[in-house]
């Protein structure tokens, strides 16, 4: 049976791998970034393949004033808001011994900070309106529970990345427990892998030695990432909450 978010409007934090299933599955879906060039047709171009309104907002999710107004906006444009896939993310590749604090606030202030503000507004909205079947997906990674490689024993230096992806996840267990007694459930997708625009500029070397570690030998496709999110969002996992789910090809078998 295939899950389906109909008649509902989800809220996607940047990445089109999940606000693309979403709309597949019957979702309106409100596109928030923060700076994407083709965000305008890429909306159009969802909306027409799928038949359901798709939005993009424009939004800095490391302010939190600016957050709660275009949760705010898009409940008067687009109904209410049924669930969030919170899957904003950055990186700062460099060893750490060079590392700033420039470079951790950019990357905890919204992996980690840009996060917890979308979650906070939406589940306030979810309070404050009475919405008791509020569903939300925060996108950490593998990367919280491992430390990356470029080859055999050869780091990929992002400390500040992993260590972000370590506190979203143990963020979504918290807010899981605080959030339950509003009906609001929260869990985490930990994505390996992934062809996306963050991993498309990867050295081709570094890549290919990434896929062959990887059991199923290959990068995972937006769209293998977008289903379980789906699924997390649906009805189908409505006992879920605190959880974590990790489409990794099978990378962290080892």
């Not at 939004?59 to 904003?88: F, H, P, Y």
């Amino acid at each position: 049976m295939e899950c389906m978010l109909l008649n509902v409007s989800v809220l996607t934090s940047s990445g089109y791998g999940i606000s693309e299933a979403c709309a597949h599955a019957g979702a309106n879906v409100a596109m928030v970034y923060h700076n994407h060039p083709d965000v305008e047709k890429v909306a159009e171009d969802l909306a027409k393949a799928t038949g359901r309104t798709i939005k993009p907002y424009k939004c800095d999710v490391s302010n939190a004033e600016v957050v709660l107004e275009t949760v705010k906006k898009i409940s008067q444009e687009m109904g209410e808001i049924t669930g969030l896939a919170a899957n904003a993310g950055v990186s700062r590749v460099k060893p750490a011994l060079e590392m700033t604090t420039d470079d951790f606030n950019f990357v905890f202030g919204v992996n980690v900070l840009g996060v917890f503000n979308t979650c906070r507004a939406v589940a306030q909205h979810w309070v404050d309106t009475g919405f008791k079947k509020g569903s939300i997906v925060v996108t950490s990674s593998m990367s919280s529970e491992i430390y990356n490689q470029k080859f055999l024993n050869e780091p990929l230096t992002q400390v500040f990345y992993n260590s972000s992806k370590g506190a979203a996840t143990s963020m979504v267990k918290g807010l899981a427990a605080e959030w339950a007694k509003y009906g609001i459930r929260v869990n985490a997708l930990e994505p390996g892998f992934c062809d996306t625009e963050q991993t498309s500029g990867m050295d081709p070397k570094i890549r290919e030695w990434q896929a062959s570690s990887v059991p199923l030998g290959r990068f995972s496709v937006p769209k293998e990432q977008g289903a379980p999110a789906v699924f997390l969002l649906s009805e189908y996992a409505s006992y879920m909450t605190g959880s974590q789910i990790r489409p990794d090809g099978g990378f962290t078998v080892y």
